[in-house]
């Protein structure tokens, strides 16, 4: 049997001497802690991920693949130096009948060190393509201490933690939430209410796939999409914040169906909650087939934002309203899940 820690995986990203990399991941030419593209940096740790699980999966499937199922709980520790090399290590915390979950840290070694971000994402080993495609059954780990013991007890308690957080999506809101609700929607009816509506705070594009973006045959890269759709949002927050928007957090992103090349695909982002400084954008992504017979949501997203200066000095942001069943639904799943957020995470940027 193989123990957690003979899975580990390292990726190294020479920002410090490449220069050609460390000008593709800046966001701006000033020199601004946090100056990062974020989004770019998802796709890398999607492409890790996978990495680390297909050397798994591989000892004892030589032919099967691995796709990512979701990525959880993306927690930005501290703000990343577009000047430092950044190390991508991963391993495998747990794994179930065909499931894979894998833990990332995401640091910037040297004095003095710098934990940028922790993150997991949940794979599945496939077998197959296309309609043929099937779930192969994977040996579990060996634990050898207490500390793989817990990282694997940890990743079980977050997928039913997952599991009751969307039972709880289809129950009605509680006492208190039912007045937060209604104070938002009183307040809109006050003589001259110049609040956002959070209808009004959408962005949207919309984009061909092509063989370039293919990872394994016949499917587009998931990590290409994920960091389109965090593009998009990012430039959704900044129609609430005032001054700049950094990334927090990445709540929860589900990958529902595959895409394929020649699909065309919606982006949609919306601003569904803000609370203090912090802004939770919902992203999903809509797949139309190229011979428009068939649609289907293939990922949904859900980020949060936050409003800082050029110090990185947190900054409020106003209140969004939502007016409709639709959006007042937006709004209390985002203001749950950022609850969950909050209190499992302490120290976010």
């Not at 990203?13 to 593709?24: K, V, Y």
């Not at 040297?110 to 080993?125: D, I, K, L, Q, R």
């Not at 919606?266 to 797949?287: D, K, L, M, Q, W």
């Not at 939502?322 to 209390?332: F, G, K």
């Amino acid at each position: 049997m193989t123990t957690p820690t003979e899975t580990t995986f390292v990726q190294t990203l020479p920002l410090g001497s490449d220069l050609e990399m460390r000008r593709r991941f800046k966001v701006l030419e000033d020199d601004l802690q946090g100056n990062i593209r974020f989004g770019l940096l998802l796709e890398i740790l999607d492409k890790v991920a996978e990495e680390t699980a297909l050397n798994y999966v591989n000892r004892y499937h030589p032919r099967a693949r691995v796709v990512t199922a979701a990525i959880d709980n993306v927690v930005v520790r501290h703000p990343a130096d577009v000047n430092r090399d950044l190390v991508c290590q991963a391993r495998i915390n747990h794994v179930g009948r065909s499931s894979l979950e894998i833990g990332i840290r995401v640091d910037q070694p040297g004095e003095p060190a710098n934990h940028v971000a922790s993150c997991y994402f949940t794979m599945v080993a496939r077998s197959g393509m296309g309609e043929d495609a099937v779930s192969v059954t994977l040996p579990p780990l060996e634990y050898q201490d207490e500390t793989e013991k817990l990282r694997a007890h940890k990743a079980v308690a977050r997928r039913e933690e997952y599991r009751q957080q969307q039972a709880l999506l289809s129950g009605p809101p509680s006492h208190e939430e039912y007045q937060m609700l209604a104070g938002l929607h009183n307040a809109q009816d006050a003589l001259g209410f110049q609040g956002l509506l959070a209808g009004r705070l959408v962005a949207d594009s919309w984009e061909r796939m092509y063989p370039e973006f293919e990872n394994v045959p016949q499917k587009i890269f998931g990590g290409y999409l994920v960091r389109r759709a965090y593009e998009i949002s990012s430039i959704c927050s900044e129609l609430v914040a005032p001054e700049r928007s950094v990334i927090a957090a990445v709540n929860r992103i589900n990958f529902f169906h595959p895409v394929r090349m020649g699909d065309k695909l919606h982006y949609t982002s919306r601003v569904v909650y803000t609370n203090g400084s912090y802004i939770c954008v919902e992203a999903n992504i809509e797949r139309i087939s190229r011979d428009r017979t068939s649609k289907a949501l293939s990922n949904s997203c859900l980020f949060t934002f936050v409003n800082v200066d050029r110090d990185l000095v947190h900054r409020p942001v106003p209140e969004v309203y939502p007016t409709n069943y639709a959006e007042d639904a937006r709004y209390l799943a985002a203001h749950r899940s950022y609850l969950a957020l909050t209190e499992h995470s302490k120290n976010i940027i």
